[in-house]
């Protein structure tokens, strides 16, 4: 008998819509679920476990009637702890962050699930104020992955992505400034997309401007297209989204690729990778070719648009703290006071000039996507390593960006990026492949993401199940 946990969304609408399963036991078993994951990766910061099963109840009746109120209604979804979720707090992972409330507003993506029926199992963890690129925080300790609960889930949304790795909840919400839902999906082994700048709205602003993406973390791509219909959905509250979208993105991923112009980047800027990471990628390239696209090796040739990235993430970083006194700085991550006493000390013209070296990486890839409609990079050059720390060992640098080189250009671009697993190391860690492709064109990832599922790219690429795992709590 298939677990009811191993379900995905679509799968579970429909059961519920042939009645052969009930959203009442399906967020019972998620609720078990994350009470046996929860020691050992540390994957929620609150479960509403009271809540969940309230509105599982209700998602029953409206089945039982035949009249469930929107496309995900009884699916359970997570939502990480930097997007507001009424009823309870949203801590930003932070030591600094009053608890009191009143707490009564929705973020837009979180409104458009409750408006869906979704059921809200909980908030996941993020390092403070997302800053980073694995998840851990001085509030809300470390969080692990689910191969191996020692090594990192990646960050910034590493609760989120561990979460549905394991089975806790199908579906869920996560942010993305710099690769934030695309490092952790790669580390542990799900699907994620940071969609178009604009295509989810966003509220409160991010104090990281619009560098920040709103990303569903899922199972597969049919399950991110799912979601994606719904929270696309616009929202008053940001003067920045995108255009309503016309296309359905469930009918979108099912086109074949035959024809498609990829270019594949088996590096950018020169950047190193893993062998084994090389090699599952060029796998995952031939595979699109199997299914018809028209490959070839091309680099993007832009250089490494790191420092450009540093102001205007660093800068972001110092304007969150900017009202705290100096008692509650005290509290922050160390990294984090780092990196926000460089962000206060640029001047407005390095913001602009940080400005115009974007603007020039977003007309290149413009131009280099009027030739491919799709860019093949690996998601990241190495595998998971050990959690509680911001770079692996021996690797050069001492912040996050030294080890993401092929993730935060594309939010400088604002473009569509989306990660799936393309096998396991020798030490059976997952291995993640980027695509990515011109600002509006999400369904086209999501096809492409679609169609590897299809052929089998990510079979086997699956955690131990937790009660079998010789595993030790996160971090320890």
């Known amino acids: ?50 809540e969940a099963l309230h509105a599982a109840g209700e998602s029953a009746a409206r089945w039982a009637r035949g009249e469930p109120c929107g496309l995900l209604d009884g699916v359970p979804v997570a939502v990480k702890d930097m997007l507001l979720l009424r009823g309870g707090p949203t801590l930003r992972g932070s030591l600094t962050v009053p608890v009191r409330g009143p707490w009564s507003e929705d973020a837009p993506a979180v409104a458009r699930l409750r408006e869906h029926g979704a059921v809200f199992l909980g908030k996941t963890t993020t390092p403070e104020f997302g800053w980073k690129g694995v998840t851990d925080s001085p509030k809300d300790g470390v969080t692990g992955n689910p191969y191996d609960p020692a090594l990192t889930a990646g960050g910034s949304s590493g609760g989120s992505a561990a979460a549905v790795a394991w089975g806790a909840g199908p579906l869920s919400l996560g942010t993305d400034g710099g690769g934030s839902v695309r490092i952790p999906a790669s580390f542990c082994g799900v699907f994620a997309l940071k969609p178009t700048y604009g295509r989810v709205p966003l509220y409160p602003a991010s104090p990281f401007g619009t560098l920040s993406h709103v990303g569903p973390i899922t199972r597969d791509a049919a399950d991110a297209a799912l979601l994606m219909a719904v929270i696309s959905g616009p929202d008053w509250r940001d003067w920045s989204q995108a255009a309503p979208q016309v296309d359905d993105f469930r009918a979108a991923i099912d086109q074949p690729l035959a024809g498609l112009r ?14 084994e990471v090389a090699a599952a990628v060029r796998r995952a390239v031939a595979l699109l070719a199997d299914l018809g696209a028209v490959v070839e090796e091309a680099d993007p040739g832009f250089a490494d648009p790191v420092e450009a990235f540093h102001v205007l993430w660093f800068s972001g970083a110092a304007r969150v703290v900017q009202p705290l006194d100096a008692e509650r700085r005290a509290l922050l991550d160390p990294g984090l006071r780092e990196v926000c006493a460089q962000g206060a000390a640029y001047s407005a013209l390095d913001y602009l000039a ?6 020039a990486l977003g007309r290149a890839m413009g131009r280099f996507h009027s030739r491919y409609d799709l860019l093949v990079t690996p998601t990241l050059p190495v595998p998971a390593f050990a959690a509680g720390v911001e770079v692996p060992p021996g690797w050069p640098g001492r912040r996050w960006t030294g080890w993401t080189p092929f993730t935060y250009p594309f939010n400088l671009t604002q473009q569509p990026a989306a990660t799936l697993p393309c096998g396991l190391t020798a030490g059976g860690l997952p291995i993640g492949v980027q695509l990515v492709a011109a600002r509006h064109a999400d369904a086209l990832v999501l096809r492409a993401a679609h169609a590897l599922y299809g052929a089998g790219l990510a079979d086997g690429v699956r955690p131990p199940a937790p009660g079998s795992a010789a595993a030790r709590p996160a971090g320890s």
């Open 1 to 50: 008998m298939t677990d009811l946990c191993d379900l995905k969304a679509v799968q579970l609408i429909e059961g519920y819509t042939a009645r052969t399963v009930s959203p009442v036991e399906v967020v019972r078993a998620v609720l078990d679920r994350i009470a046996t994951i929860q020691p050992l990766v540390n994957a929620f910061t609150r479960v509403d476990a009271e």
């Open 262 to 275: 990829i270019a594949f980047a088996p590096t950018i800027g020169g950047a190193r990778v893993d062998p």
């Open 354 to 359: 940080a400005v115009d070296a974007r603007m």
